[in-house]
C-alpha cells in the first residue's frame, strides 16, 4: 500500500479537502506518518503520581509512550465540542461514585422510579442504562459459568454417558464434538484446581516473610530499617538469623515491606474471587432462572434498571467507565480521557462467560438510545448464538456506531484463536467496519512495550493502547490499578469520543481509522506476549504497529474535516 509522506500530506491537504465536493464522512482516511520517535525508554524509578497517570502522558515530554491527553486537550482549545454518550456494555458501574456521577447518561425521555416506560423503548425506568442480567421482580445475577461450561452441560443432558456406538448416525459429528470440549472441560477444572492450590501456598508464603518483618523490625527496635542494619545485627539464635536474611534477601531484590503487604491484598483479592468462582459448576443456572427464554432473541423485554449491581462484588464496569470519562480537573481521584462525555451503563457481563443474548440486545440498546461508542470490554472462547452480536454490530454500523473491543488477555494469536465478540467469521474479512480491536501495551518504550498477556494479530488486533496498571475507579469513591485489554479498549474508546465529539461530522468508520493510522508507529523489536523471550516486530502484532495517541488523532481528525495544517 502506498503510504503519503508527512511533509507532502501537509503541503496538499488543504488543497485537496478545500475542494472536495462530496461530504466530509466520505472523504478517506489518511495513512498515517511512517516517521518514528527514537527516545530510550524511561530509566529510573516512577513517582506514585507519574505510575497513576502515565497512560496520559507523551512520548517525547515524558520518554513514556502514553496517548498525550495534555498535548490533545491544548489542541482544543478554544474548539467546542458537542456531547457524546459511550455505552459501557460491561459489569455494573457505580454510577453514584463522586468521580462518575456528573458523567453519567441520564436519559433525558425517562421520569425517574415512576414505575413507568415513558419513552416507549420497553425498558421501564432506565434512567441510566439498562440490567440484562436481572429481571422485573428486581432479582439480579452477579456470576455464570463460563460458555465451555454451559455446552458441556448441554452435552451432557443430552448424550449421558452413552458410547458412540449408541449415538445416532445425524448426531455423531455433534456427539464428537461433546467429547473434545468435555475432554478440554476436564482439564481446565484440573488446572483451576491447581491454580487455586498455588494460590494458598503464595499466601502462606507472604504470610510468613511478613511475620519475618515484624520479627526482625522487633528484634532491631526500630519500624524503618536498611539493608546495612541487617548485616550489622547480630541475631541471637539460628531461626532468627534465618528470618533477617529472608528480609535482606526481598530487600535485595526490589520489595519492600509495603509492596509486599499491596501484592499480598491483591492476591487475597483475586484468590477470594477465584474461590466464589461458579465458572466450571455444572449445575449452577442462575442466569436461566431470570424467566425471559435465553435461547430466543426477540424475547428482549426484561431486565432492571439496576445498573449499579453489587459494589461489593462488581468493579470491572466501574474502572472501565472512569478510564474513559472520569470527570475531568474536579480535584477528586483521576481524569478520564474525555470530556463532552456521558456514561451510558448497559449491564451484561457476570463473573463468568457473558450470553450472547444479553450482549446483542446490549448492544442494540446503547444504539437504539443515542450512543456513539460502544465500549466491549469482555470475551470468551466459545459463541453457540454467535449471529445474533454480529447481526447487532452490523445493526450499529447502519446507525454509524463505532465498538471498541477488547482483544483478550490469553497472550494468544487471535488470527489462529477465535475470541469472541468479534468482526470476521472467518478471521479474514471483517463484517463491517464500525469495530476498532485493541491490543494492551505498557509504559516501557522497549522490548517490554506490549503487555504480556495481551492477545495480538496481524490481521485482527487493529491498534495497541495503554493497559497496564492504569489507574480509574473502584465502586464506592474508591480507586485502583489494575491490568488488561479490557483497560486498554477503554483508554481507546476515550481518544475515539474526544475525536467523535470535536468532529461529528466523521463517520464511525473515520475514526477507527484515524485512530489506526494516527499512532505512533513502532518499528523495534518486541518480547511477543505470551512468550518468556521470543523477539518478533511490534508491527507484527497489529494491522497498524502502532499505539493510540490523542494528539495526533485530532490533528489528523481536524486535517479531513477543516482541511488545513
Sequence with gaps: ?????????????????????TSINTIPVPNGAENVINIPAKKGTLSEEQVQVWSHMDLQTDSIPGMSIAKAYQFLEGKKGVPVIVAVADSGIDVEHEDLKDVAWVNPKEVANNNKDDDNNGYVDDVHGWNFLG????K?????????????????DKFGDKKASEIADADKAEFQEFLKLKEKYSKSVAAHKQELFNLEQTET???????????????????????EDLKSAKPESAQLAAKIADVSNMLT????????????KQLLDYKKGKDASKSYDLDFNARQTLGDDLYDINDKFYGNNNVIGSKDLESHGTHVAGIVAASRNNNKGVNGVANNVKIMAVRVVPDGDEHDK??????????????KVINTSFGKAYSPNKQWVYDAIKYAQTKDVLIVNAAGNDGKNIDIEKT????????????????????????HYDENLPATFSNYGKMNVDVFAPGVDIYATFPKNEYEAISGTSMAAPSAAGVAALVRSYYPQLSASQVKHILMNSGLKVNFDVIKPGTKDEKVPFSDLSVSGRVVNAYNALIMADRIVNGKK
Design 253 to 264: 531484590r526490589g520489595m519492600s515491606e509495603k509492596g509486599l503487604l499491596d501484592y499480598k
Design 135 to 138: 429481571n422485573k421482580e428486581g
Design 420 to 443: 469472541y465478540p468479534n468482526d470476521s467469521k472467518d478471521l479474514v474479512n471483517e463484517i463491517s467496519d464500525n469495530v476498532l480491536t485493541i491490543g494492551a501495551m505498557s509504559l
Design 140 to 156: 439480579i445475577v452477579n456470576a455464570d459459568q463460563l460458555e465451555l461450561t454451559r455446552i458441556v452441560k448441554k452435552g451432557m
Design 358 to 371: 444479553d450482549v446483542a440486545l446490549g448492544i442494540r440498546y446503547a444504539v437504539d438510545n443515542g450512543a
Design 1 to 21: 500500500m502506498r503510504v503519503l509522506k508527512p511533509i507532502i500530506y501537509t503541503a496538499v491537504a488543504s488543497v485537496v479537502f478545500a475542494s472536495c465536493k
Design 205 to 227: 508464603r507472604i504470610t510468613q516473610i511478613e511475620q519475618n518483618f515484624n520479627d526482625v523490625k522487633e528484634f532491631l527496635g526500630k519500624e524503618n530499617f536498611t539493608i
